[in-house]
Each structure stands twice: as C-alpha cells, then as structure tokens.
C-alpha cells in the first residue's frame, strides 16, 4: 500500500554551498508536507548502514566516506504518490543528466556529490524514515 510518504536527505555538498533554504523551497512550493526533519551528521558506520543496499557498487566506499564527511538535513515528506513525485522534483542520479528545472540540475555537483537523496520505493521510504526518526519525532 503507498504510504504516501517519501524520506530525503540534504548531502553534504548541498549543505555546505549553503543551499538548504533553497532546496527546502522547492520542496515546500512543490506541494509536499515536512513530516519531520533534523540536522544531524551520520558516522560512517552509520552511512554504511544507510547505504547498506549498495554495498556490492564499487562506488560504496567513495559514497560512506562523503555521506559522513559532514552535516546533512533528514526529513520525511508527504504528498500523495511522494515517492515518484520527490523523484522528479530532484531529477536523475547523476546531475547531467538532470532534467532543467530539478533540484540535483540546480543544485547538484556530480553524481556522487549529488545534493539529495530521495527514496525509491514506498517501502524503501518506511526503512529510512525508521532509521532517523522515533514515533514521536513526527508531525
Ligand atoms: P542516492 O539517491 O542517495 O542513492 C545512492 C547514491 O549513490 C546516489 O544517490 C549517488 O550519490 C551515489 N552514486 C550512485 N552512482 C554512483 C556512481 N557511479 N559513482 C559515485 N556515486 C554514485
């Protein structure tokens, strides 16, 4: 069942070019409801964890070490279909190939450093959602 919920993480190049008030802009203006949000910075265990589905990639190294290089801003959103919506708002992994408009086109410096995260799959969303916030951390 869609739960009508998407999980996203501002990265650490986003949040270091300044760009946190923009990207939540363009997230607020495309219709999507902040559930709960919180700026933290993962350890690299913790990232290993998160990103434990790519573990196989050989970019896995490369993404745990960036993805606790420093601060980012996690939120769960809500929309209907949020999954497929959030994923067009931010555009294709990799930024060139990002359609104009999207926030990784905007924002995004390459395709590791590529602004944001955003779920790919309603139960993937449950999953993450869960690895940063309590019940009672959303609103
Ligand atoms: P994200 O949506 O967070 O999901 C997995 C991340 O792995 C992805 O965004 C990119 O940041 C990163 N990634 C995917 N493909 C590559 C790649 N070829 N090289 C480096 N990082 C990648």
Redesign the pocket.
Known sequence: MATNRTFT?IKPDAVENNSIGGILKMINEAGFRIVAMKYTKLSAEAAGTF?EI?KE?P?YG??VNYMSSGPIVAAILEKNNAVADFRTLIGA?DPTKADEGTIRKIYAKS??A?AV??SDSDENAQIEGDFYFSKLERF
């Open positions: 993480m990103y790519h990639r970019f490369e993404l992994t395709i590791a590529n995260h955003g």
